[in-house]
Structures are given as C-alpha cells and as structure tokens.
C-alpha cells in the first residue's frame, strides 16, 4: 500500500500550539493542540510537542508517511530557524530547527506566523497561482507577508515583511515596539479599540458603546455593534480602513501586488473593514495602480489556517514550487 | 579572432538619448548621443536611434558581437516591452520593443530608468553581491528599484518600486502625479528646491539664498551654499534627510535590505543628504533593523550609469543571473 506523504505543520502561539500532518494538496490528515506554557523552558515545549505529534503520528503510521516539518511563530526566522525575542513569548532566543533536529532527520524550516499565513494562501488558499500578492493579518497586532515574483520576501536578515510597524505618523500613537505612530497601533483588533476610546470622548453621536465599561470594550463589540447601525461604530470602522488604506497604498507602490488579502480576526468583520479599507486605498493610490489590486478575503479554514501555513513553508520547499 | 559580446544599452531621457556596447564586465566599449526630440512621432526616433547605433557599431563590427539590447525609459513596463505615459516625454504609448524588432531579432528587454539603474548597481556597482537592496534615485523626482532575493520586483504589472510616490502626508505638497504629499515633492531635487522656498519665508537665519530670485535657487545652488556653511541650506538638507530617512524606514520594513543605495544628482551632494538622511533612518526604523542598513553611493561612473544599468537589464537576462 502507497503511504500518503505529509509535512507536519506547527503553529507556536502565545497561549497555544497547533500542530497536524497535512498533504501536498492543503488537506489536514490528523491534527492536535497544546498550551504554549512559554513562562517553562523552551526545552520543555520542545518534549511535549514531539511526544504529542508522535502518539498523534503512531495511530496513522501505516498510512502516512513524514517527509518534512514547517513551522510558523512569532519573530521565526527563516534563514537562522530560530525563534528571536518574541513579543508574546517570554523565550529570549530559541533555536527551533536545533531543538527539532534531536529527532528529526527530515527538512524542518521555520518563519514568522504572517509569512506561514502568506505561504498558506499561496499554496492551499485565495492566492493560488498568483506570484505577486500580500497577505495583512489583523490580529492583536498587524504582521504582513509578501510575495514578489512568486517568493516570500524574507529580506536580508530574515525579517522583512513588517508592515505593521511601517509609520502612520511620527508624533502618533505609541507602539508597543517603542515608536510613534506604527500602523497596527491604528489597523489591529486593539488598534480599532484605541479609536473607539478616542472616539468616546466626543460628545456625540449617540453609541451603544456609550453605555459600557471602557474595558469591556473590544474588537467583537465594536464589530456587533457596527452589525446593529451604530454609528460611532462605523466611524471607528470608516478610520480603520483609512488608516489601513493609506498605508496599504504605500504598499502597493512597493511590490504592485495582484491581490491584498486580509487575514485574521478584524478581517472577520467583512466589509465593514473591506469597504473603507478599498476606498481609502483607492483614493490614496498613485493612478497607474488604481482599479487594479484586488482586496480580498483568506480562503484557509479559520480554525486550521496557521498550521496549513506552516505546513505550506515546508511543502513549497519539497515540490519546489 | 574571437570577438567580444556586446549588449546595446540605451537609456531614453526626456531631452537625450544615451547609447552604448557594453561588455559582461560593464566595460563600455563605445558610446553615443543623441536627442530624443519626443515632440515628435515614435518613430522617427528609433529610425535615428538605429542608424546612429548601428554607424557606431560598424566601426567596431570586427571586435565585438551583439548579443541583446536592454532599455531604460521613464514608464518602461518590463512585461509589455512598453512605454506608457511617460511623465516627461510627448509620447502616449510606444510598444518600444516591437519598433526595434524590425532591425532586430536578438532579445530585446525595457524596464523604467531606477529599475536599470538598480540592476546596474547589481551587475557593476555597490550591490555587486547584494541580494537583496534598493536603489534610490533622486534626480528632478525620486525613482527607485527594488531588489529582493536576487531578483528586481516588476509586480503584478511591471511597474512595482514606485517609492517616490509612497506619501509622507496625505494633506502636504502637491504633487505632478495629481495627488499630496508624495515622498518625491520632499526628497528630489525640486523638493529641496520646495523646502528652501518655504525655508526663505521664515525671517531667520541669514542666508545667501535670499539675496537671489527665487526662480535662480536650484539644488545645486542649495548644495553649493551648504558646502559654505549656510545654516537654511544646511536645514534645506536636513529636513530632505528627515522626509527621505522617515520613509526608507517603511521600504526597510517592508524588504529588509542589506543597503539602500543614494544615486543620481541630489545623492552627489554626498554627506549633505547622507547624513541627515542615515540618522532619521535610524531613528525611525524598527528595532529589529536598526543599524544593520548600510546606507551607500553609487559607484558606477556618473556619466554611463544609466547605459551602463539598460545593458546590465539584458546581461543579467543573457547570464541568467
């Protein structure tokens, strides 16, 4: 009997680990989870996740068979496989592809979670068969992956592809990376709750938001309340999307992608974060790009779409794609 | 007698028209001139381009074999061997490659003046090496060429690196593209000029510039009076450095390079601009990128540059480098 080749896929986040054995087609064969505990040694993490990945891998032995590992996490870098001072992960410097090494004698890759979800899309999602094409994940923060005649720019240190902390404005808001005015201070799940808060200081229009605790205020409710017409809602919305389309049409001008694809939970909101965000970019693109980028959603299943990426790092590798 | 292999470069301004046989080495062999005259047709220009080039070429034709042509034009596409409407030619749209295959059947290849000279840089100057960097070219307005791994980034349409007009302030200068506060309207040689004029508003310091009619004031009138220590031409740099450094920190997160490198006539003012420049670049990169982009000239000989990177366009085509 043939054996269905797979690459097992790992996702290190923050509070959780997702990893699974997915074929060369996106198709997700087996799959598991475990918390991240980033406040133990990496050493530790490293024992768990491949006991765990291998009783995962034992119930399927006689079908699939390992040729490979990707993995996506915070600052991974690709060129060094290391991961380098975190900013959600109290690991200082961990050296992934090292740590894996003990066991694994295959292919082991590794780069952050936004080049993973860029990969992703690229292989299994919405920008299959494109060569040129960005991918925005709007989650707490802003990270961003891009794609130039059909590569992931990694950049001379492994690190491009920061996006998120191109400037809005100098004097702006302050950034968790010790600026000023960084765009994912304005484009994120947290940076449309710094507007909302703005927003709240002025007298009017009436809000639903209004009547909350200012810390009970989040992305969702924002989202749920723009649902029901709330208008201060949609202003924060409508200056999102500006904010996120003046710089995206900065973006363009540097790679002049086929397609901008939102990724992430703000993407979530659909249009009200896609038609401000189209509008704005529109208006603030040099002419010979208007009319011409497409602005679109991730097609990866939600829930398993940073271990797709990070199997699809690997898979590009092997099928030289 | 075995003879050398030439490419023709031809570099297409808005008042002349630069050519030359230029060898693998970036060893230009023989060279011409002429006036592109772009207040009339197309056509007439390439029939003057080839007679003239080829009359150069005869007096060679024992040494040398021809072996490509490569083109920098102002909105020369890459992909469509086009110029589409250039900003200073009368031309509208001029398939450039087609014209020429008339008399030609080896490979013919355009790209936009800044993408020629970043792949001269690659083949015969400061990136000789470098996978990964971007040219900037800061002449009347501000071109540039992007590179990442080892590959120049035409995008989706071809017209990918159009940092000039990446914008540094939705509501700031006016800009020829139709729109405000594109990065050329600051950092060129007619922003300084923009900078001193406002500059010159201001009743202090004391300057020589205010003693000449604002219509006489050039960058080179500003670079000439900084050089004698005029503190508003010395400011002149340094707000140009501090537009130009704040928005290559946004290249830089984007690409990642290993340098930025400063050509054409505005980059000749040397530490002038390089200074203020490299420190506000630093001042508002990311952490990750701080001191790790070098910042450097051109070294490909001021007059042929811009021959020197049409044929660096078709050797690296020929060389599959």
């Known amino acids: 009997m043939n054996s269905i080749e797979v690459v097992l896929g790992i996702d290190i986040g923050g509070t959780n680990t997702k990893y699974g054995y997915v074929d060369k087609s996106g198709n997700l064969?087996?799959?598991?989870?475990?918390?991240?505990?980033?406040?133990?040694?990496?050493d530790d993490f490293f024992n768990r996740l491949h006991t765990q990945a291998e009783n995962l891998f034992a119930s399927k032995k006689n079908e699939l068979k390992l040729v490979g590992i990707g993995l996506g996490a915070p600052n991974g870098n690709y060129y060094k496989g290391t991961i380098e001072q975190p900013p959600n992960l109290s690991w200082k410097y961990v050296d992934v592809v090292a740590a894996l090494r003990r066991w694994y004698s295959i292919p082991i890759a590794l780069t952050n979670d936004a080049n993973a979800a860029?990969?992703?899309?690229?292989?299994?999602?919405?920008?299959?068969?494109?060569k040129d094409f960005i991918v925005i994940t709007l989650g707490t923060g802003l990270g961003s992956g891009i794609v130039a005649n059909g590569e992931l720019i990694y950049g001379h240190d492994g690190f491009a592809g920061e996006?998120?902390?191109t400037i809005v404005d100098p004097n702006g808001r302050q950034c968790g990376c010790g600026r000023r005015g960084c765009l994912e201070t304005y484009a994120s799940a947290?940076?449309?709750?710094?507007?909302?808060?703005?927003?709240?200081?002025?007298?009017?229009?009436?809000?639903?938001?209004?009547q909350i605790d200012l810390d009970q205020i989040t992305s969702k409710r924002i989202f749920e309340a723009a649902q029901r017409g709330d208008k201060l809602a949609l202003e924060a919305f409508e200056l999102t999307g500006r904010y996120l389309g003046l710089k995206l049409a900065d973006?363009?001008?540097?790679?002049?992608?086929e397609a901008i694809i939102l990724f992430g939970g703000l993407a979530a909101a659909g249009d009200f974060i896609f038609s401000p965000t189209k509008k704005y970019m529109e208006e603030y693109l040099l002419n010979i790009f208007r009319n011409k980028v497409k602005l679109l959603p991730s097609s990866l299943p939600k829930g398993n779409a940073a271990i797709l990426g990070a199997a699809a790092l690997m898979w590009k590798q092997i099928l030289k794609l």
């Open 29 to 42: 064969l087996a799959e598991g989870e475990m918390l991240t505990e980033a406040q133990r040694p990496a």
């Open 118 to 130: 860029a990969l992703g899309e690229m292989l299994f999602g919405t920008a299959k068969g494109m």
């Open 163 to 165: 996006i998120g902390h």
């Open 190 to 210: 947290s940076g449309i709750r710094r507007t909302m808060e703005e927003l709240l200081k002025k007298p009017a229009p009436p809000s639903e938001l209004r």
């Open 251 to 257: 973006s363009i001008a540097h790679t002049s992608p």
